[in-house]
């Protein structure tokens, strides 16, 4: 699985959805914000439909299983035509992805994600979703 993907069961079957870094720009463009404060907002309760839309439209797209032309036609049967509430989970899901690196996952300058081996004033933790607000 390469970073930023994540599969599972949505609308008619099982698919992958990432966000690589095409698909993070055109999705700022779309919702007017970041990743990040796109998750809050999911997280939050304050998203708009577009959020959801075209968080999972792209997601499908950046996923390489769906052209897109076949992201759209999902998007439109499984998110517009739903209960807006019913897609909240999987966008949020999507975005997550996008924004958490899988352990052991090369990091930039050519490292691998190793533990921490100093001493810190904080303990470390295991990944985790950035707290609700």
Do not use: H
Not at 50 to 74: N, W
């Amino acid at each position: 699985m390469a970073r930023g993907e994540t599969t599972f069961d949505w609308a008619d079957g099982e698919y992958t959805f990432a966000l690589p870094l095409g698909q993070v720009e055109e999705l700022q463009e779309k919702v007017g914000c970041g990743p990040y404060s796109l998750l809050r907002r999911l997280q939050d309760g304050t998203w708009q439909q577009s959020d959801i839309r075209e968080t999972l439209r792209l997601g499908l797209i950046g996923g390489g299983q769906v052209k897109p032309v076949e992201a759209m036609r999902l998007v439109r049967a499984y998110v517009d035509e739903r209960p807006l509430l019913e897609n909240v989970p999987a966008a949020t899901a999507v975005i997550l992805a996008a924004l958490v690196t899988p352990e052991n996952e090369p990091q930039p300058g050519g490292g691998e994600a190793e533990e921490a081996t100093t001493e810190s004033p904080s303990p470390t933790s295991e990944a985790s979703p950035p707290p609700s607000v």
